[in-house]
């Protein structure tokens, strides 16, 4: 009697572990690289990978050797986060655009000043340099022609809570327009690299 649920409790239990069964063992390889995958780790990407092929017949090539740059979208990626981001930066009250009181280089390092309008130039010179610097910072091509950071924002007493919205604004566009956890982490990691070059007011 005891043979009776053999074959009915084998046939549940492929379905989750490898059993000797090639069908079964294929599908706990890839519940398995799954897994990983979700869990950030590459490792399973990779073994995924390797078993499969484009559409042309060369092998697929494998997620973590994709630079983060191609994993947003390439340009188009970036400039959609770009787009989504500057509007809400620029209108957050917790970050002072004008630096009124702030004097040394302007915000694109042009004359005395560091007083800043969002006019429809500067706006669009902002979005330009920051596609360029994400482009370049994610591993991508771009060639960025802004000033360079430091010297740019040295006199504008940016603060570490201005900062702090800012990354705060950047996570809610990554949010928005679903970038997964792993390049938001990788990316919010990239800007943060940049807090000892821009925030003088700690």
Request: overall charge positive; glycine content about 8%; proline content about 4%.
């Amino acid at each position: 009697m005891a043979g009776c649920g053999t074959g009915k409790e084998t046939k549940k239990k492929d379905e989750f572990f490898t059993s000797g069964s090639r069908e079964a063992d294929q599908r706990a390889t890839q519940r398995m690289a799954k897994e990983q995958q979700v869990s950030g780790s590459s490792q399973g990407s990779e073994k995924k990978a390797r078993t499969e092929t484009s559409t042309n017949g060369a092998p697929a090539q494998a997620q973590g050797k994709l630079t983060l740059f191609e994993r947003l979208g390439a340009e188009q990626g970036i400039t959609a986060i770009v787009e989504d981001f500057t509007p809400r930066v620029l209108e957050d009250p917790r970050i002072d655009w004008e630096r009124k009181g702030a004097k040394h280089a302007s915000f694109f390092g042009r004359g005395n000043s560091s007083a800043w309008t969002a006019t429809p130039t500067n706006v669009a010179s902002l979005k330009t340099h920051f596609v360029q610097f994400l482009s370049l910072a994610t591993g991508g091509s771009a060639k960025y022609d802004g000033k360079e950071i430091k010297p740019v924002h040295a006199g504008m007493h940016i603060s570490n809570p201005e900062f702090d919205a800012t990354i705060g604004d950047l996570k809610a566009s990554l949010d928005k327009l679903r970038i997964p956890d792993k390049e938001q982490k990788e990316l919010l990691a990239i800007v943060e690299s940049t807090r000892p070059q821009i925030v003088t007011q700690r």
